[in-house]
């Protein structure tokens, strides 16, 4: 019953954006799902997500992440499996696959989080800060300077989780932050219980602002809430009250073990795709609500 459910960042979309969103959305399910075949929910998750970080057109993760408001790219990425085995980085500039380092973390060092030069220094290829500069980043940066605006703009993080033959479950969630952001800034992504979470239950990936992700806890409520009875969807509706009492929006992916999965959003858009044995879809969502679908 492999269940493969991905995100490309929930906020707002422009129509001119959102065939490359759509496209990289398609390469990104294919990617994971086709990873079943060698691996397990984990190396399914992480490789649509590396798709996604590679991808220079669509989404802000890896190369092509927002740049804070001095012009540098930091990314933060998570990983955590249902065996309670989890990695996160931050504030990493040298590499466009924050994800992989997140679980090299994870399987390789005695750590569950490490940030800037102590992770980068995993890094085995390392590249410029520069390289992880694109035309589109760029162009976003020049807009948010020009509004005069104090505020940090945009979202566009993305990540994956799944279900795999075995019953196990992983997350993994990869961001280039907000633009214009303060240098030093970290969200919920690699903040295990708020942007990415997994148990033996369900495994989430969140969206969004992640101030208001972080305090409401929501990876963590989520799957409280299912612990306590809750069906998903009414978990997910609790996830997004959670984030709106904190003055947030955004979006979030789940999967369960017993292979119900669902894709919920309060913002203006949400970029979401998954894919099961019977089919799949990847598509630009712009009606906000709650999906719950089951496989099998």
């Not at 802000?60 to 085995?85: C, F, I, K, Q, Y």
């Not at 019953?167 to 303060?182: C, I, P």
């Not at 598509?283 to 609500?289: D, I, S, V, W």
Request: glycine share 14%.
């Amino acid at each position: 019953m492999a269940i493969l459910l991905i995100h490309g960042g929930a906020g707002t979309h422009p129509q001119d954006a959102e065939s490359d969103t759509v496209a990289g959305l398609e390469r990104a399910r294919q990617a994971g799902y086709a990873a079943f075949e060698r691996g397990t929910a984990a190396a399914a998750a992480l490789a649509a997500v590396e798709s996604m970080e590679a991808n220079e057109l669509a989404f802000n993760a890896g190369v092509g992440g927002s740049p804070t408001r001095e012009g540098t790219v930091e990314l933060d990425a998570a990983v955590m499996l249902s065996d309670g085995s989890s990695g996160a980085v931050t504030l990493v500039r040298n590499t466009p696959f924050a994800a992989r380092l997140a679980d090299r973390v994870r399987t390789g060092t005695p750590h569950a989080f490490l940030a800037a030069h102590g992770a980068e220094a995993l890094v085995d290829d390392p590249v410029p800060n520069e390289r992880l500069l694109t035309p589109r980043s760029r162009a976003a940066l020049e807009r948010w300077r020009a509004a005069h605006d104090a505020s940090p703009a945009g979202s566009g993080t993305v990540g994956a989780v799944a279900l795999d033959d075995r019953g196990d479950l992983a997350a993994v969630t990869s961001t280039g932050g907000m633009v214009g952001k303060w240098p030093g800034r970290i969200g919920d992504t690699p903040i295990v219980g708020a942007g990415t979470y997994a148990n033996e239950r369900v495994a989430v990936s969140c969206t969004g602002r992640g101030e208001a992700f972080m305090r409401a806890v929501t990876g963590k409520r989520l799957a409280d809430a299912l612990e306590a009875g809750a069906d998903l969807e009414a978990a997910l509706q609790e996830a997004l009250d959670g984030i709106r009492r904190f003055g947030g929006d955004g979006g979030l992916i789940a999967v369960t073990r017993s292979g119900s999965f669902g894709l919920a959003f309060n913002s203006a858009s949400m970029a979401q795709g998954w894919r099961t044995a019977a089919g799949g879809e990847a598509r630009l969502a712009r009606a906000a609500g709650i999906l719950v679908l089951q496989a099998g």
